[in-house]
Protein backbone atom coordinates (compact mmCIF):
# COMPACT_ATOMS: atom_id res chain seq x y z
CA UNK A 1 0.00 0.00 0.00
CA UNK A 2 1.24 3.31 -0.84
CA UNK A 3 2.24 5.29 2.16
CA UNK A 4 3.74 8.85 1.31
CA UNK A 5 4.96 9.71 4.53
CA UNK A 6 6.78 6.25 4.58
CA UNK A 7 8.59 6.60 1.49
CA UNK A 8 9.53 10.32 2.19
CA UNK A 9 11.16 9.31 5.51
CA UNK A 10 13.12 6.84 3.77
CA UNK A 11 14.59 9.03 1.03
CA UNK A 12 15.30 11.34 4.06
CA UNK A 13 17.16 8.23 5.96
CA UNK A 14 19.18 8.07 2.36
CA UNK A 15 20.12 11.55 2.38
CA UNK A 16 18.58 12.29 -0.90
CA UNK A 17 16.46 14.69 -2.43
CA UNK A 18 14.20 12.57 -4.19
CA UNK A 19 13.50 9.26 -5.98
CA UNK A 20 11.89 9.89 -9.15
CA UNK A 21 9.98 6.78 -10.65
CA UNK A 22 9.77 6.14 -14.16
CA UNK A 23 7.66 3.57 -16.60
CA UNK A 24 7.36 3.16 -20.16
CA UNK A 25 5.27 0.38 -21.17
CA UNK A 26 6.02 -2.04 -17.65
CA UNK A 27 9.82 -1.58 -18.31
CA UNK A 28 9.73 -0.97 -14.47
CA UNK A 29 7.82 -3.21 -12.37
CA UNK A 30 9.54 -1.89 -9.21
CA UNK A 31 8.27 1.97 -10.13
CA UNK A 32 5.20 0.53 -10.31
CA UNK A 33 4.68 -1.61 -6.78
CA UNK A 34 6.16 1.18 -5.26
CA UNK A 35 3.30 3.40 -6.31
CA UNK A 36 0.70 0.46 -6.74
CA UNK A 37 -0.35 0.38 -10.30
CA UNK A 38 -1.86 -2.77 -10.75
CA UNK A 39 0.03 -6.01 -13.31
CA UNK A 40 -2.67 -5.51 -15.39
CA UNK A 41 -2.79 -1.98 -15.75
CA UNK A 42 -1.46 -1.23 -19.16
CA UNK A 43 -0.14 2.33 -20.11
CA UNK A 44 1.15 3.08 -23.57
CA UNK A 45 3.35 6.36 -22.67
CA UNK A 46 6.12 7.62 -20.47
CA UNK A 47 4.85 8.89 -16.73
CA UNK A 48 7.62 10.02 -14.26
CA UNK A 49 6.72 10.41 -10.93
CA UNK A 50 9.07 12.41 -8.32
CA UNK A 51 8.45 12.13 -4.64
CA UNK A 52 10.72 14.87 -2.92
CA UNK A 53 12.21 14.44 0.62
CA UNK A 54 10.20 16.67 2.04
CA UNK A 55 7.23 18.55 0.12
CA UNK A 56 4.48 17.44 -2.51
CA UNK A 57 4.97 15.19 -5.19
CA UNK A 58 4.66 15.90 -9.03
CA UNK A 59 3.02 13.63 -11.16
CA UNK A 60 3.86 14.02 -15.46
CA UNK A 61 1.75 12.34 -17.38
CA UNK A 62 0.68 12.53 -20.94
CA UNK A 63 -2.59 13.77 -22.27
CA UNK A 64 -3.68 10.70 -24.09
CA UNK A 65 -3.27 8.96 -20.72
CA UNK A 66 -3.80 11.95 -18.25
CA UNK A 67 -5.40 9.45 -15.44
CA UNK A 68 -2.80 7.32 -15.41
CA UNK A 69 -1.71 8.34 -11.50
CA UNK A 70 -4.94 9.57 -10.40
CA UNK A 71 -5.11 7.71 -7.30
CA UNK A 72 -1.67 9.40 -5.91
CA UNK A 73 -0.73 12.45 -4.11
CA UNK A 74 0.61 15.58 -6.18
CA UNK A 75 0.48 18.06 -8.27
CA UNK A 76 -0.25 16.83 -11.89
CA UNK A 77 1.82 18.11 -15.05
CA UNK A 78 0.51 16.95 -18.71
CA UNK A 79 2.70 17.41 -21.38
CA UNK A 80 2.42 16.50 -24.89
CA UNK A 81 5.34 16.71 -27.09
CA UNK A 82 8.83 15.62 -26.26
CA UNK A 83 9.99 19.17 -25.41
CA UNK A 84 6.85 19.60 -23.04
CA UNK A 85 7.85 16.00 -21.49
CA UNK A 86 11.64 17.23 -20.41
CA UNK A 87 10.00 20.56 -19.20
CA UNK A 88 8.27 19.13 -17.37
CA UNK A 89 11.02 16.72 -15.56
CA UNK A 90 13.30 19.65 -15.30
CA UNK A 91 10.90 21.87 -13.89
CA UNK A 92 10.01 19.18 -11.18
CA UNK A 93 13.32 18.33 -10.06
CA UNK A 94 14.70 21.93 -10.52
CA UNK A 95 15.25 22.19 -6.70
CA UNK A 96 16.55 19.07 -5.94
CA UNK A 97 20.77 17.95 -6.17
CA UNK A 98 20.54 14.03 -5.83
CA UNK A 99 17.75 11.59 -7.10
CA UNK A 100 17.53 8.09 -7.03
CA UNK A 101 16.69 6.14 -9.86
CA UNK A 102 15.98 2.54 -10.84
CA UNK A 103 19.89 1.88 -12.36
CA UNK A 104 22.86 0.12 -11.50
CA UNK A 105 26.29 1.83 -12.48
CA UNK A 106 27.83 -0.20 -15.01
CA UNK A 107 24.37 -2.46 -14.76
CA UNK A 108 26.63 -4.22 -12.08
CA UNK A 109 23.20 -5.58 -10.77
CA UNK A 110 20.99 -6.04 -13.64
CA UNK A 111 18.10 -6.73 -11.90
CA UNK A 112 17.48 -3.45 -10.81
CA UNK A 113 18.42 -1.42 -13.86
CA UNK A 114 14.94 -0.51 -15.29
CA UNK A 115 15.63 2.70 -16.25
CA UNK A 116 17.10 2.88 -20.00
CA UNK A 117 20.57 5.23 -20.69
CA UNK A 118 18.88 7.63 -23.01
CA UNK A 119 16.43 8.54 -19.97
CA UNK A 120 18.90 8.71 -17.68
CA UNK A 121 20.87 11.36 -20.06
CA UNK A 122 17.37 13.19 -19.79
CA UNK A 123 17.29 13.23 -16.15
CA UNK A 124 21.16 14.56 -16.18
CA UNK A 125 20.56 16.85 -18.51
CA UNK A 126 18.87 18.77 -15.76
CA UNK A 127 21.64 19.08 -13.61
CA UNK A 128 20.23 16.80 -10.95
CA UNK A 129 23.01 13.56 -9.61
CA UNK A 130 21.33 10.09 -10.42
CA UNK A 131 21.99 7.74 -7.83
CA UNK A 132 20.70 3.79 -7.61
CA UNK A 133 17.53 3.24 -5.74
CA UNK A 134 18.91 -0.24 -5.24
CA UNK A 135 18.08 0.00 -1.11
CA UNK A 136 15.26 2.00 -1.34
CA UNK A 137 13.73 0.18 -3.45
CA UNK A 138 14.47 -2.84 -1.22
CA UNK A 139 12.52 -1.06 1.78
CA UNK A 140 9.10 -1.03 -0.31
CA UNK A 141 9.74 -4.37 -2.70
CA UNK A 142 11.71 -7.25 -0.51
CA UNK A 143 10.87 -5.90 3.15
CA UNK A 144 7.46 -8.82 4.19
CA UNK A 145 4.43 -7.47 6.21
CA UNK A 146 3.29 -9.92 8.85
CA UNK A 147 0.74 -11.29 6.79
CA UNK A 148 3.50 -12.04 4.37
CA UNK A 149 5.54 -13.66 6.81
CA UNK A 150 2.55 -15.65 7.53
CA UNK A 151 1.66 -16.75 4.12
CA UNK A 152 5.31 -17.70 3.53
CA UNK A 153 5.47 -19.92 7.04
CA UNK A 154 2.20 -22.28 5.17
CA UNK A 155 3.94 -22.55 1.96
CA UNK A 156 7.50 -23.81 3.86
CA UNK A 157 5.19 -26.48 5.70
CA UNK A 158 3.20 -27.67 2.47
CA UNK A 159 6.77 -27.38 0.83
CA UNK A 160 8.74 -29.68 3.06
CA UNK A 161 5.75 -32.29 3.18
CA UNK A 162 6.34 -32.47 -0.95
CA UNK A 163 9.94 -34.20 -0.18
CA UNK A 164 8.15 -36.97 1.70
CA UNK A 165 5.51 -37.56 -0.77
CA UNK A 166 8.18 -37.90 -3.63
CA UNK A 167 10.50 -39.91 -1.11
CA UNK A 168 8.06 -42.13 -0.03
CA UNK A 169 6.43 -42.92 -3.67
CA UNK A 170 10.06 -43.78 -4.73
CA UNK A 171 10.94 -45.91 -2.07
CA UNK A 172 7.74 -47.85 -2.60
CA UNK A 173 8.46 -47.95 -6.30
CA UNK A 174 11.52 -49.76 -6.18
CA UNK A 175 10.45 -52.11 -3.53
CA UNK A 176 7.87 -53.39 -5.62
CA UNK A 177 9.59 -52.94 -9.06
CA UNK A 178 7.18 -50.30 -10.72
CA UNK A 179 8.50 -47.64 -12.94
CA UNK A 180 9.54 -44.35 -11.86
CA UNK A 181 10.74 -41.00 -13.23
CA UNK A 182 11.63 -38.01 -13.28
CA UNK A 183 8.46 -36.41 -14.39
CA UNK A 184 6.36 -38.78 -12.67
CA UNK A 185 8.14 -36.89 -9.09
CA UNK A 186 7.35 -33.55 -10.98
CA UNK A 187 3.85 -34.55 -11.57
CA UNK A 188 3.35 -35.68 -7.86
CA UNK A 189 4.73 -32.21 -6.48
CA UNK A 190 2.31 -30.09 -9.07
CA UNK A 191 -0.40 -32.39 -7.62
CA UNK A 192 0.74 -32.03 -3.80
CA UNK A 193 0.98 -28.18 -4.20
CA UNK A 194 -2.44 -27.74 -5.90
CA UNK A 195 -4.19 -30.05 -3.35
CA UNK A 196 -2.40 -27.62 -0.63
CA UNK A 197 -3.55 -24.39 -2.40
CA UNK A 198 0.11 -23.35 -3.53
CA UNK A 199 1.00 -22.12 -7.47
CA UNK A 200 4.29 -21.78 -8.55
CA UNK A 201 5.43 -20.14 -11.88
CA UNK A 202 7.84 -23.22 -13.08
CA UNK A 203 7.34 -27.03 -12.77
CA UNK A 204 10.27 -28.21 -10.33
CA UNK A 205 13.86 -29.93 -11.27
CA UNK A 206 13.77 -33.84 -10.62
CA UNK A 207 17.31 -34.49 -11.57
CA UNK A 208 18.88 -37.85 -11.41
CA UNK A 209 22.52 -39.16 -11.44
CA UNK A 210 24.44 -36.77 -13.90
CA UNK A 211 21.20 -34.61 -14.18
CA UNK A 212 22.02 -33.36 -10.85
CA UNK A 213 25.03 -31.74 -12.46
CA UNK A 214 22.95 -29.57 -13.92
CA UNK A 215 21.71 -26.44 -11.95
CA UNK A 216 19.20 -25.71 -14.38
CA UNK A 217 18.18 -28.99 -15.44
CA UNK A 218 14.88 -29.33 -16.87
CA UNK A 219 13.00 -32.83 -17.49
CA UNK A 220 11.92 -33.27 -21.78
CA UNK A 221 10.84 -36.71 -22.84
CA UNK A 222 14.28 -36.77 -24.70
CA UNK A 223 15.95 -36.78 -21.43
CA UNK A 224 13.57 -38.44 -18.76
CA UNK A 225 15.35 -40.50 -16.57
CA UNK A 226 13.96 -43.67 -14.55
CA UNK A 227 14.78 -43.91 -11.08
CA UNK A 228 16.66 -46.96 -10.04
CA UNK A 229 17.82 -48.64 -6.76
CA UNK A 230 21.29 -47.10 -5.80
CA UNK A 231 20.61 -43.49 -7.66
CA UNK A 232 21.44 -39.95 -6.73
CA UNK A 233 18.75 -37.97 -6.47
CA UNK A 234 18.09 -33.50 -6.29
CA UNK A 235 14.73 -32.47 -5.71
CA UNK A 236 13.99 -28.65 -6.02
CA UNK A 237 11.00 -27.40 -5.68
CA UNK A 238 9.13 -23.83 -5.08
CA UNK A 239 5.84 -23.03 -4.08
CA UNK A 240 3.45 -20.11 -2.69
CA UNK A 241 0.13 -19.98 -1.68
CA UNK A 242 -2.71 -18.72 -4.17
CA UNK A 243 -2.82 -15.17 -2.47
CA UNK A 244 -2.30 -12.22 -3.52
CA UNK A 245 0.17 -11.66 -0.98
CA UNK A 246 1.62 -15.05 -1.57
CA UNK A 247 5.61 -15.29 -1.13
CA UNK A 248 7.35 -18.42 -2.40
CA UNK A 249 9.17 -21.01 -0.42
CA UNK A 250 12.05 -22.57 -2.37
CA UNK A 251 14.00 -25.47 -1.45
CA UNK A 252 16.24 -27.94 -2.39
CA UNK A 253 17.17 -31.76 -1.20
CA UNK A 254 18.93 -34.78 -2.40
CA UNK A 255 18.43 -38.16 -1.91
CA UNK A 256 20.03 -41.72 -2.52
CA UNK A 257 17.74 -44.68 -3.78
CA UNK A 258 19.04 -46.96 -1.06
CA UNK A 259 19.94 -47.42 2.31
CA UNK A 260 23.34 -45.70 2.97
CA UNK A 261 25.03 -42.61 0.62
CA UNK A 262 28.35 -43.86 -1.02
CA UNK A 263 31.09 -41.96 0.79
CA UNK A 264 31.91 -39.83 -1.80
CA UNK A 265 28.84 -38.85 -2.36
CA UNK A 266 28.52 -37.94 1.37
CA UNK A 267 32.34 -36.51 1.26
CA UNK A 268 30.48 -33.82 -1.28
CA UNK A 269 27.51 -33.31 0.53
CA UNK A 270 28.80 -32.13 4.12
CA UNK A 271 30.68 -29.35 1.71
CA UNK A 272 28.31 -28.27 0.58
CA UNK A 273 26.50 -28.65 4.06
CA UNK A 274 29.33 -26.69 5.29
CA UNK A 275 29.47 -23.80 2.88
CA UNK A 276 25.36 -23.83 3.33
CA UNK A 277 26.17 -23.02 7.60
CA UNK A 278 28.67 -20.43 6.83
CA UNK A 279 26.69 -18.24 5.07
CA UNK A 280 23.90 -18.99 7.47
CA UNK A 281 26.36 -17.84 10.12
CA UNK A 282 27.48 -14.90 8.68
CA UNK A 283 24.03 -13.26 8.52
CA UNK A 284 23.22 -14.38 12.05
CA UNK A 285 26.50 -12.62 13.27
CA UNK A 286 26.12 -9.50 10.98
CA UNK A 287 23.04 -8.79 12.59
CA UNK A 288 23.97 -9.71 16.54
CA UNK A 289 26.87 -7.02 15.81
CA UNK A 290 24.70 -4.66 14.25
CA UNK A 291 26.99 -4.44 11.37
CA UNK A 292 25.67 -3.81 7.89
CA UNK A 293 25.39 -6.60 5.72
CA UNK A 294 25.96 -6.57 1.79
CA UNK A 295 24.41 -9.89 -0.14
CA UNK A 296 27.98 -10.38 -1.65
CA UNK A 297 29.71 -11.00 1.77
CA UNK A 298 27.19 -13.93 1.93
CA UNK A 299 28.06 -15.08 -0.67
CA UNK A 300 31.62 -15.20 0.36
CA UNK A 301 30.98 -17.03 3.09
CA UNK A 302 29.83 -19.72 1.19
CA UNK A 303 32.55 -20.08 -1.69
CA UNK A 304 35.14 -19.76 0.61
CA UNK A 305 34.50 -23.22 1.75
CA UNK A 306 33.93 -24.73 -1.68
CA UNK A 307 37.25 -23.41 -2.55
CA UNK A 308 39.06 -24.14 0.49
CA UNK A 309 37.83 -28.01 -0.36
CA UNK A 310 39.26 -27.63 -4.09
CA UNK A 311 35.72 -27.76 -5.48
CA UNK A 312 35.85 -23.78 -6.58
CA UNK A 313 35.08 -24.25 -10.40
CA UNK A 314 32.06 -26.22 -9.33
CA UNK A 315 30.28 -23.79 -7.63
CA UNK A 316 29.34 -21.83 -10.63
CA UNK A 317 25.82 -19.62 -9.33
CA UNK A 318 25.35 -17.02 -6.74
CA UNK A 319 24.99 -17.99 -3.09
CA UNK A 320 21.53 -16.99 -3.02
CA UNK A 321 18.73 -14.76 -4.18
CA UNK A 322 15.76 -12.85 -2.94
CA UNK A 323 12.50 -14.21 -2.56
CA UNK A 324 9.35 -12.76 -2.58
CA UNK A 325 6.15 -12.60 -4.86
CA UNK A 326 8.81 -14.42 -7.32
CA UNK A 327 10.48 -16.87 -6.93
CA UNK A 328 13.59 -14.63 -7.89
CA UNK A 329 12.76 -11.26 -5.96
CA UNK A 330 13.55 -7.70 -6.33
CA UNK A 331 15.82 -7.73 -2.96
CA UNK A 332 19.25 -8.43 -2.27
CA UNK A 333 21.21 -11.48 -4.02
CA UNK A 334 23.58 -13.08 -2.05
CA UNK A 335 25.86 -12.48 -4.90
CA UNK A 336 29.65 -12.29 -5.16
CA UNK A 337 29.84 -14.00 -8.51
CA UNK A 338 27.35 -13.16 -10.97
CA UNK A 339 27.03 -9.77 -9.55
CA UNK A 340 28.75 -7.76 -7.09
CA UNK A 341 25.61 -7.01 -5.03
CA UNK A 342 26.28 -4.20 -2.74
CA UNK A 343 22.81 -4.18 -1.24
CA UNK A 344 22.08 -4.63 2.17
CA UNK A 345 20.41 -7.30 3.58
CA UNK A 346 17.47 -5.59 5.58
CA UNK A 347 15.35 -6.83 8.52
CA UNK A 348 12.06 -8.32 7.53
CA UNK A 349 13.75 -9.78 3.97
CA UNK A 350 13.64 -13.73 2.92
CA UNK A 351 16.22 -15.02 0.64
CA UNK A 352 18.01 -18.61 -0.18
CA UNK A 353 21.05 -19.90 0.73
CA UNK A 354 21.86 -22.74 -1.66
CA UNK A 355 25.39 -23.58 -2.42
CA UNK A 356 26.18 -26.18 -4.71
CA UNK A 357 29.06 -28.32 -6.10
CA UNK A 358 28.15 -29.83 -9.79
CA UNK A 359 30.30 -32.86 -11.35
CA UNK A 360 29.90 -34.74 -14.36
CA UNK A 361 28.49 -37.64 -12.65
CA UNK A 362 26.24 -35.92 -10.04
CA UNK A 363 25.56 -32.54 -8.10
CA UNK A 364 24.45 -31.29 -4.74
CA UNK A 365 22.98 -28.85 -3.92
CA UNK A 366 21.65 -27.70 -0.12
CA UNK A 367 18.76 -25.16 -0.33
CA UNK A 368 17.05 -23.34 2.36
CA UNK A 369 15.35 -20.01 3.07
CA UNK A 370 16.49 -17.48 5.75
CA UNK A 371 14.53 -14.78 7.31
CA UNK A 372 15.41 -11.75 8.98
CA UNK A 373 13.40 -10.47 11.66
CA UNK A 374 12.65 -6.82 12.28
CA UNK A 375 14.31 -7.22 15.43
CA UNK A 376 16.97 -8.83 13.54
CA UNK A 377 16.89 -12.29 14.75
CA UNK A 378 17.46 -14.28 11.88
CA UNK A 379 15.47 -17.62 11.21
CA UNK A 380 16.04 -20.57 8.97
CA UNK A 381 11.97 -21.39 7.55
CA UNK A 382 10.64 -24.62 7.03
CA UNK A 383 12.44 -27.80 8.05
CA UNK A 384 15.89 -27.92 9.49
CA UNK A 385 18.42 -27.71 7.10
CA UNK A 386 19.58 -31.12 5.64
CA UNK A 387 22.07 -32.67 7.51
CA UNK A 388 22.70 -35.87 5.25
CA UNK A 389 21.73 -37.19 2.46
CA UNK A 390 18.49 -38.80 2.58
CA UNK A 391 18.84 -42.57 2.18
CA UNK A 392 15.07 -43.17 0.75
CA UNK A 393 15.03 -47.38 1.25
CA UNK A 394 16.43 -46.92 4.84
CA UNK A 395 13.82 -43.93 5.65
CA UNK A 396 11.09 -44.75 3.63
Not at 279 to 296: C, H, N, T
Request: proline share 6%.
Amino acid sequence: MFCLEKIQQEIQLARLDGWLLYDFRNSNPLARRVVGLSDALFLSRRWFYFIPAQGEPMKIVHRIEPHSLAGLPGRELVYLTWQELEQSVAAALASAKAIAMEYSPGNAIPYLSRVDAGTLEMVRKTGVAVVSSGDLSQVFESCLSQEQWSLHLEAARHTATAYDVVFAAIASAIRGKREMRESMVIQMILDHFKKNGLVTDHPPICGVGPHSGDPHYSTSPATDSPIREGDFILVDLWGKMAHPQGIYSDLTWTGFAGKKAPNHLNTVFQIVAKARDSAIQKVRDAFASGIPLEGWEVDKAARRVITDCGYGPAFCHRTGHSIGKETHGNGANMDGLETQDTRKVLPSSLFSVEPGIYLPEFGVRSEVNVFVHPDSKVEVTGPAPQANIVPILAKY
